[in-house]
C-alpha cells in the first residue's frame, strides 16, 4: 500500500499550508491546517487531483489500513503513536467538508457527561414543534419528548399553549452561524424571534470553535456575533458544545418557558420582582444580568 504523505503546500499564498494524500484509490489530495489532529479536529478541502511535483515532503508514513467506511475513512499507520485517525466527508448546502480527527480529538469533541433524565419543569411529555423545513432535526429520543413536525412561523424548535408560541429555538452550527452573520441574515432572524415571549439561538459547538476558522477573520466574526447580541440583549446566542449537549439545554429551556407560561402569577413569574423567592444574598440587579452570562 502506498504511503501517507504530508507536504508543503506549493501555493504560498493558501491559508493552508499543508497537502495530504490518502492512498486511496488513485489518492485523494487534500489541503490542512495541520499535519495532524492533535488538539482539534482539522478541516481539510479537496487539494485537486493531482498531487503537485513540486510539493516538499514532510513525512511519508507507511500505511496499515486505510478503508472506506460510507461516509468515513479510517486510517492507520505504521508507526506506535499518532498511528489512528479517520477523515469524515460531509456535505453542507451542497458544499463538501471534510473533518480529520483522532480518537484523541473525538473523544474531546465529547465531554463525558451524563444527561439527566427528569422532567422539565415537573411537566410531562413536553412536546415540542419542530419545524417542517428543519433537515436532520433533532428526536429529543433521550429526553422525556415527543416532537411533531409542523410549519413555524420563526425558529425551528418551539412549545405552544392554546396554539400560540410561547418560546423557540433557533439551531445553528458554527459554519452556519458565520454564514448568516456575513449576509446579515442573523440579524433578520433575531428580529423574528424577539416577537416571541422567549426565544434563544443554539449552537452547536464551542465558543473557542469561531477562533480556529482559516476561510474568515475569527476577531470580525466575534464581533459581528457581539453587536448582534447588543442590539437584540433578550435572545441570547448560546454555545452548547456538542448536538446533544444543544437538545438537552433546548429541552429545557422549551420546558421551563412553558411552565411559565401555565403558571402566570406563580412563583416563577414572581421570582423577576421578588428576588427573594430564589433565597438570600441575590439582588434584583444580579437577576436581571443572569441570561447575559449564559453566553
Known amino acids: 500500500?502506498?504511503?501517507?504523505?504530508?507536504?508543503?503546500?506549493?501555493?504560498?499564498?493558501?491559508?493552508?499550508?499543508?497537502?495530504?494524500?490518502?492512498?486511496?484509490?488513485?489518492?485523494?489530495?487534500?489541503?490542512?491546517?495541520?499535519?495532524?489532529?492533535?488538539?482539534?479536529?482539522?478541516?481539510?478541502?479537496?487539494?485537486?487531483?493531482?498531487?503537485?511535483?513540486?510539493?516538499?515532503i514532510i513525512e511519508a508514513l507507511p500505511v496499515r489500513?486505510?478503508?472506506r467506511r460510507g461516509a468515513s475513512i479510517d486510517l492507520v499507520l505504521e508507526r506506535s503513536r499518532e498511528n489512528r485517525s479517520q477523515f469524515v466527508i460531509a456535505r453542507a448546502r451542497g458544499r463538501e467538508?471534510?473533518?480529520?480527527?483522532?480518537?484523541?480529538?473525538?473523544?474531546?469533541a465529547k465531554p463525558a457527561v451524563d444527561l439527566p433524565t427528569a422532567r422539565a419543569s415537573g411537566l410531562g411529555d413536553l412536546e415540542i414543534v419542530v419545524d417542517s423545513r428543519e433537515r436532520y432535526g433533532w428526536k429529543f429520543s433521550h429526553q422525556q419528548a415527543s416532537v411533531v413536525k409542523r410549519a413555524l412561523r420563526v425558529g425551528d424548535y418551539g412549545v405552544e399553549l392554546d396554539s400560540e408560541l410561547v418560546a423557540v429555538v433557533e439551531r445553528k452550527g458554527v459554519d452556519d452561524l458565520v454564514r448568516s452573520l456575513s449576509s446579515g441574515q442573523l440579524r433578520a432572524v433575531l428580529s423574528e424571534l424577539v416577537t416571541v415571549p422567549h426565544a434563544a439561538v443554539v449552537v452547536e459547538d464551542r465558543y473557542s470553535q469561531i477562533f480556529k476558522l482559516t476561510h474568515v477573520r475569527p476577531a470580525l466574526v466575534a464581533e459581528m456575533l457581539a453587536e448582534c447580541q447588543v442590539h437584540f440583549p433578550s435572545v441570547p446566542v448560546i454555545f452548547a458544545e456538542t448536538r446533544a449537549l444543544a437538545q438537552e439545554w433546548t429541552y429545557r429551556f422549551l420546558g421551563a418557558a412553558l411552565a411559565d407560561a401555565r403558571h402566570s402569577g406563580g412563583a416563577s413569574l414572581r421570582w423577576a420582582a421578588d428576588p427573594s423567592v430564589l433565597g438570600d444574598g441575590l439582588a434584583s440587579d444580579q437577576l436581571r444580568a443572569a441570561p447575559g452570562e449564559s453566553e
Open 1 to 56: 500500500m502506498a504511503d501517507f504523505l504530508i507536504a508543503r503546500n506549493p501555493d504560498t499564498e493558501s491559508s493552508l499550508p499543508y497537502l495530504l494524500r490518502i492512498p486511496l484509490g488513485d489518492g485523494i489530495v487534500l489541503r490542512a491546517r495541520e499535519t495532524w489532529p492533535r488538539t482539534s479536529k482539522v478541516f481539510c478541502f479537496r487539494g485537486g487531483d493531482d498531487w503537485p511535483p513540486d510539493a516538499e
Open 65 to 67: 489500513s486505510c478503508v
Open 97 to 108: 467538508m471534510v473533518f480529520w480527527q483522532s480518537p484523541r480529538t473525538t473523544k474531546t
